[in-house]
């Protein structure tokens, strides 16, 4: 910024006094910057979202027939019939583009199994069916993108990418491509496309490839959405479920139900009853496990949230001559060359505030003698705020004044102003008296107030 320069001198209204009077006058040039920096906006765009489920117990267990059941990558194609699964068949994956399927390892690390290790429970041993052991494996999904609004626990993500549910280690299996989830108010719905193929335990020979159906995986309430994610108590427990096959069992501390289209869907495959409580042994497997999402929330760009710096430049001081050398002299001088430093402005509220202080004046006064009556008042007063373009008036510019050194009987500060528009008094002293002066400066503008560097000029002027 280019230094300003502004001395003025002018005679005071005091002439009668029999002695002539002076002013000094310089200016401060303040740069204040309303640039853009981070907010939480209400909704915000979400990428790289990732979403992991156990889904339940049973989806790992052991299997009373056929190993057990486990989670597959992808979407695995038609086997032919309904029969257990061999290695060399190539059906099982824990990788499919966005998604992968892990389990925890000794350590309780996740890390995807292999073929040999899918029916191992965490601590290495073959799960069993009768002792309800689990490999507690689940399914991952990356690359999830939509929006999100903490602040009214609402949002909507949705996921590339297929999964399948292998049961009787593949004597039955199907599906889920797509899923979404759907969050409003802290209440909602994840969804998915389902896709399969028909089974019978009664009838082995029964085969017959199924429609692909949007279904419900999961409802939920009471969600707390942050700003990094969330983990998502599933709807089981106590849930109501009609069925045509096995009727539901309502009675026990683990009776409940997966939503209503994932039970009829699974009706189609086979596996309707590993979905609710059917009143067998394996009921306390069945209940839903929860699920998480995490993401990044991004930094939000809000119109005239302050961001940069404030640049400025204090001109040298005219120390104008002693009007009587016989009665000594008065001068006022910056006391050091910090300038005026409103630093960055913060939103606060409905306001953008800035704050800082003037530069210390230093009034020397050394007269004596004579008749007259010596005294002095300094004052400031700002120009309106620009950036070229736009503009805001000086009144948003208000000061605190203070005397740092000087006789408290003598000099006293002036009052604080809310603007600096008109002339205030930044302190008056009633006789010859030397002194250090400052005032503690605010600025507030409405955010409505464009982004931008604006500066003003602040004139400090002495008479006496």
């Not at 939509?146 to 609402?154: F, I, K, M």
């Not at 949007?214 to 109501?240: K, Q, R, W």
């Not at 016989?326 to 006391?335: D, L, M, N, P, Y």
């Not at 510019?397 to 600096?420: E, Q, R």
Request: glycine share 14%; proline share 5%.
């Amino acid at each position: 910024m280019t230094a300003v320069q502004d001395q003025t001198a002018r005679r005071s209204s005091v002439l009668a006094r029999g002695g002539t009077t002076l002013a000094a006058a310089g200016l401060i040039a303040a740069g204040l910057g309303l640039g853009a920096a981070p907010a939480s906006a209400a909704e915000s765009t979400v990428e790289n979202v990732s979403f992991s489920w156990q889904v339940n117990t049973e989806s790992g267990a052991g299997a009373y027939f056929g190993g057990c059941n486990y989670l597959v990558a992808g979407q695995v194609g038609n086997a032919g019939s309904s029969h257990v699964w061999a290695e060399s068949e190539g059906f099982y994956k824990t990788a499919d583009g966005n998604v992968t399927v892990t389990k925890p390892d000794a350590a309780g690390e996740q890390a995807q199994p292999t073929w040999a290790t899918k029916c191992q429970t965490p601590a290495g041993g073959n799960v069993s069916a009768p002792a309800g052991t689990s490999s507690a494996n689940q399914v991952n999904f990356a690359g999830g993108t939509g929006t999100v609004d903490p602040d009214t626990e609402s949002g909507t993500i949705g996921w590339d990418g297929s999964f399948t549910f292998v049961f009787y280690g593949g004597m039955t299996y199907w599906s889920v491509s797509d899923i979404q989830l759907e969050v409003v108010n802290g209440e909602g719905t994840l969804t998915g496309t389902a896709s399969g193929y028909g089974a019978s335990m009664d009838d082995a020979t029964i085969w017959e490839p199924l429609p692909s159906r949007t279904i419900d995986l999961a409802t939920f309430s009471g969600v707390d959405l942050t700003a990094t994610g969330a983990v998502v108590d599933v709807d089981y427990a106590g849930v109501e479920v009609d069925t045509s096959g096995t009727p539901q069992s309502r009675t026990g501390a683990n009776w409940g139900s997966f939503p209503q289209s994932f039970v009829e869907y699974n009706e189609l495959t086979g596996q309707s009853s590993y979905w609710y409580s059917s009143g067998g042994a394996a009921d306390a497997r069945k209940t839903a496990k929860p699920f998480s999402v995490a993401y990044t929330l991004p930094e939000v760009e809000v119109p005239g949230t302050p961001e940069g710096n404030v640049d400025v430049v204090i001109p040298e001081a005219e120390i104008v001559p002693p009007v009587d050398p016989e009665t000594g002299s008065f001068s006022w001088a910056w006391a050091d060359a910090n300038g005026a430093d409103l630093g960055t402005a913060v939103q606060t509220g409905d306001n953008f505030v800035a704050t800082g202080s003037i530069s210390n004046v230093a009034v020397t006064d050394t007269r004596a003698g004579g008749t007259a009556a010596y005294g002095w008042t300094v004052s400031g007063q700002s120009t309106d705020f620009s950036n070229g373009t736009d503009s805001f008036g000086a009144e948003a510019l208000g000061w605190s004044p203070k005397v740092l050194t000087g006789n408290p009987d003598n000099v006293t500060a002036g009052t604080a102003a809310t603007g600096l528009g008109s002339a205030q008094k930044l302190a008056q002293s009633n006789a010859a008296a030397s002194a250090t002066l400052g005032a503690d400066l605010t600025l507030s503008v409405p955010t409505t107030t464009k982004q931008g560097a604006y500066s003003a000029t602040l004139t400090i002027s002495a008479i006496s």
